[in-house]
């Protein structure tokens, strides 16, 4: 590793579950992990609030937003001179714009603000793969400057939206979200609400097209999520908190360990041809994490990502992908990845 000796590489799917939900394993070396005690119980009391406040009602909510958005971005697309010679990139007409329109919905953000949301979060989070940290911290301090006016305007002028939800709810034991944790919590999202999003749509439309399911107009969610592991986002490194063995090996407390998603998805243990879509497999996928690490907004992203793959299927069902696989160009964030553009016609 560039900033430790060595770490250990966990790929099986029984021991990444365990490296995910086993308190054994924390998100800092031993002495660092007790000395933030505070911070883990603060951690957890967050994620208990914001359980409270994304609620499946919050997600059905959204639902008819995503389906007549997408429908429009659709019928943009089907309103321009297409060809091979012509053709349209699919992540700039569709997965982008439906993305951050989805998130900005969800948590409130104005419709006219929402071009400017997406321009600083693409900088600060690396879209393109260019290595310029002044850009990145400009974008983050921008996006930051004005995620923190934004709350401050919905704890005036509530709505009906997630983040107006997260300010309100309350609990007698866990209190209230403050400001600086609602901040941090609406920047988490902009990484896991349109990047993540904008990468998935992208990259299970390439993975269908290769394959030939563009006509699947119910396909099979939880298993096109189980085959972007690894394509789209993956752990964070754990750190062993107590000796321990794992898969018959020794770990001492303080080693590291990397636990892999996309492997764990395809352990043939579990899934058999794992490299193949196979729908109804009935084996829970590990995209979303597991335990105290689960997304929480793994609703609102399944959802998101099925209605986009059943309006592209129903309305465009000869996509086609009109450079070589190999020619598609990439776009690397720290913690995700997708095609930077995906040029299709039909």
Same mark, same amino acid.
């Given at each position: 590793m560039p900033r430790f000796d060595n770490a250990w590489l966990v790929t099986s799917y029984d021991a990444v579950a365990t490296v995910l939900s086993d308190p054994r394993f924390g998100g800092a070396p031993?002495? /660092?992990?007790?000395?933030?005690? &505070?911070?883990?119980?603060?951690? /957890?009391?967050i994620r208990r609030l914001v359980t409270r406040g994304l609620t499946a009602r919050r997600v059905e909510a959204v639902r008819p937003y995503v389906e007549e958005m997408a429908h429009g971005y659709v019928a943009r697309i089907t309103a321009q001179k297409v060809d091979a010679s012509h053709p349209i990139d699919l992540v700039e007409t569709f997965s982008a714009p439906l993305a951050i329109n989805v998130l900005g919905e969800s948590i409130g953000v104005p419709v006219q603000e929402r071009a400017a949301l997406r321009g600083?979060?693409?900088e600060a989070l690396l879209i393109g793969n260019v290595p310029n940290g002044e850009r990145m911290r400009q974008g983050m301090a921008a996006l930051e400057a004005y995620v923190k006016d934004l709350v401050a305007a919905k704890r005036k002028s509530p709505g009906d939206d997630l983040l107006s939800d997260l300010i309100a709810v309350? !609990?007698?034991?866990? &209190?209230?979200?403050? !400001?600086?944790?609602?901040t941090s919590l609406i920047m988490v999202l902009l990484e896991g609400g349109y990047l993540s999003p904008r990468n998935a749509i992208s990259v299970a439309v390439l993975q269908g097209i290769v394959e030939g399911r563009t006509r699947e107009t119910d396909p099979d969610v939880d298993e096109v999520l189980r085959l972007l592991a690894g394509l789209t986002g993956e752990a964070l490194p754990r750190w062993v908190q107590q000796?321990?063995?794992?898969? &018959?090996?020794? %770990?001492v407390a303080g080693d590291m360990v990397l636990a892999r998603l996309e492997a764990a998805n395809r352990d043939p243990?579990?899934?058999? !041809?794992?490299?193949r879509y196979v729908a109804g497999r009935g084996v829970p996928h590990l995209t979303f994490g597991r335990g105290p690490h689960h997304c929480l907004g793994a609703a609102l992203?399944?959802?998101? %990502?099925?209605? /986009?793959l059943t309006v %592209?299927?129903?309305?465009?069902?000869?996509?086609?992908?009109?450079?070589?696989?190999?020619?598609?160009p990439w776009s690397y964030g720290f913690a995700d990845s997708g095609p930077a553009t995906l040029h299709v016609s039909w």
């Amino acid at each position: 590793m560039p900033r430790f000796d060595n770490a250990w590489l966990v790929t099986s799917y029984d021991a990444v579950a365990t490296v995910l939900s086993d308190p054994r394993f924390g998100g800092a070396p031993p002495a /660092a992990e007790a000395e933030a005690e &505070g911070a883990v119980d603060g951690r /957890a009391r967050i994620r208990r609030l914001v359980t409270r406040g994304l609620t499946a009602r919050r997600v059905e909510a959204v639902r008819p937003y995503v389906e007549e958005m997408a429908h429009g971005y659709v019928a943009r697309i089907t309103a321009q001179k297409v060809d091979a010679s012509h053709p349209i990139d699919l992540v700039e007409t569709f997965s982008a714009p439906l993305a951050i329109n989805v998130l900005g919905e969800s948590i409130g953000v104005p419709v006219q603000e929402r071009a400017a949301l997406r321009g600083w979060a693409e900088e600060a989070l690396l879209i393109g793969n260019v290595p310029n940290g002044e850009r990145m911290r400009q974008g983050m301090a921008a996006l930051e400057a004005y995620v923190k006016d934004l709350v401050a305007a919905k704890r005036k002028s509530p709505g009906d939206d997630l983040l107006s939800d997260l300010i309100a709810v309350r !609990d007698t034991e866990d &209190g209230r979200l403050g !400001d600086e944790e609602l901040t941090s919590l609406i920047m988490v999202l902009l990484e896991g609400g349109y990047l993540s999003p904008r990468n998935a749509i992208s990259v299970a439309v390439l993975q269908g097209i290769v394959e030939g399911r563009t006509r699947e107009t119910d396909p099979d969610v939880d298993e096109v999520l189980r085959l972007l592991a690894g394509l789209t986002g993956e752990a964070l490194p754990r750190w062993v908190q107590q000796d321990l063995t794992l898969e &018959g090996e020794q %770990l001492v407390a303080g080693d590291m360990v990397l636990a892999r998603l996309e492997a764990a998805n395809r352990d043939p243990e579990r899934f058999p !041809d794992p490299n193949r879509y196979v729908a109804g497999r009935g084996v829970p996928h590990l995209t979303f994490g597991r335990g105290p690490h689960h997304c929480l907004g793994a609703a609102l992203a399944r959802m998101e %990502l099925g209605a /986009a793959l059943t309006v %592209l299927a129903r309305e465009l069902p000869g996509l086609r992908l009109e450079t070589a696989v190999q020619d598609v160009p990439w776009s690397y964030g720290f913690a995700d990845s997708g095609p930077a553009t995906l040029h299709v016609s039909w």
